[in-house]
Nanobody
Framework: QVQLVESGGGLVQTGGSLRVSCAASGLPFSRYAMGWFRQAPGKEREFVAAVSRGGFNTYYADSVKGRFTISRDNAKNMVALQMNSLKPEDTALYYC?????????????????WGKGTLVTVSS
């Protein structure tokens, strides 16, 4: 079956960096777009970043542009999110997700498979 497994979350100070990764299995990874979403306590899940199947097109939420970078390695069936200049408001559970379709806008309802999430906590 399809599995998306996130790793790399943790506690970091404001201004620090963290890299979260997602390993996919059970499907032809290179055929699908991948995204990262996050959900903070008491808030709705929101889009963070996405990457096209070939890795040539990337998309970012305005709140993370210039600070976060999404990348994928189709040979390893992995997608990663490099997070720099972290802020307390970046604290959330970060989810990896897969989409059968590529699009210009991204929402949680448009994704087809989800991981269980990895927690990122940014201390002030």
């Amino acid at each position: 079956q399809v599995q998306l497994v996130e790793s790399g979350g943790g506690l970091v100070q404001t201004g620090g960096s963290l890299r979260v990764s997602c390993a996919a299995s059970g499907l032809p990874f290179s055929r699908y777009a991948m995204g990262w979403f996050r959900q903070a306590p008491g808030k709705e899940r929101e889009f963070v970043a996405a990457v096209s199947r070939g890795g040539f097109n990337t998309y970012y939420a305005d709140s993370v542009k210039g600070r976060f970078t999404i990348s994928r390695d189709n040979a390893k069936n992995m997608v990663a999110l490099q997070m720099n200049s972290l802020k307390p408001e970046d604290t959330a559970l970060y989810y990896c997700a897969l989409s059968f379709a590529e699009r210009d806008t991204w929402s949680p309802s448009g994704m087809n498979y989800w991981g269980k999430g990895t927690l990122v906590t940014v201390s002030s």
